[in-house]
């Protein structure tokens, strides 16, 4: 049974370029969330998809966006990257049913330096 | 204030001690909370959740709820070398989001 996996592990971006990153989640899973996590600090979370839909956000620019597509799978897109950026970006997936929502699974991430 | 903040580490305990970790949540609402732990360079496992009051064990680790407080913890018994790692707390704010605290780091000492 595959976990959850994301790709690509690390990424060197310049500032003002854009990055997508993707995710699949694990078998039977059909939730994506998106956290960033900065050295030291707890993840912080971007949104979380849901059928196809961003159903909840966090306290992240425009510049953040993502997509779910039909498998499930995620992408988050960031645009006009900034230096403030550079962290390791985590995908969780959840069950389906309202009582497993919140048991998110995390893959292994991706680390995004932008210089 | 903060939706959820641990106990500043960094902690360090003899092997086979007993290591607490302690972490608040702003939220009353709230109803169910989740311990994860992430190994330097790693992404975070979930170890334990914990939904009514009172303790939960799961093998060396025992999860305490004390929503009156506001208040939950996590005990790590006999620690071990492996258990060394950052803890996190995290606590579900409103319908969907999970709500992490910053994290306390643990040492256990061989």
């Known amino acids: 049974d595959a976990g959850v996996t994301q790709s690509p592990t690390h990424l060197i971006k310049t500032r003002g370029q854009q990055v997508t990153l993707r995710c699949s989640p694990k078998?039977?899973?059909?939730?994506v969330s998106w956290y960033q996590q900065a050295l030291g600090q707890g993840p912080q979370f971007i949104f979380q998809y849901y059928e196809e839909e961003e159903r909840q956000r966090g306290n992240f620019p425009d510049r953040f966006s993502g997509h779910q597509f039909p498998n499930y799978s995620s992408e988050l897109n960031v645009n006009a990257l900034l230096l403030g950026d550079s962290a390791l970006y985590l995908c969780?997936?959840?069950?389906?049913?309202?009582?497993?929502?919140?048991?998110?699974?995390f893959g292994p991430g991706t680390r995004l330096t932008v210089t | 204030q903060k939706e959820v903040e641990q106990n500043s580490g960094p902690l360090s305990v003899p092997e086979g001690a007993i290591a607490s970790l302690n972490c608040t949540y702003s939220?009353?609402?709230?109803?169910?909370f989740f311990w994860y732990r992430q190994y330097s360079g790693k992404s975070p496992e979930l170890i334990m959740f914990i939904y009514s009051n009172g303790d939960k064990e799961d093998g060396r680790f025992t999860a305490q709820l004390n929503k009156a407080s506001q208040y939950v913890s996590l005990l790590i018994r006999d620690s071990q070398p492996s258990d060394s790692a950052t803890y996190l707390c995290?606590?579900?704010?409103?319908?969907?989001?999970?709500?992490f605290g910053a994290g306390t780091t643990v040492t256990v000492r061989a």
């Open positions: 078998s039977g899973h059909d939730t």
């Open positions: 939220d009353r609402g709230s109803q169910s």
């Open positions: 969780a997936s959840s069950p389906g049913g309202d009582g497993n929502l919140y048991e998110q699974y």
């Open positions: 995290a606590v579900p704010i409103g319908d969907y989001k999970l709500s």
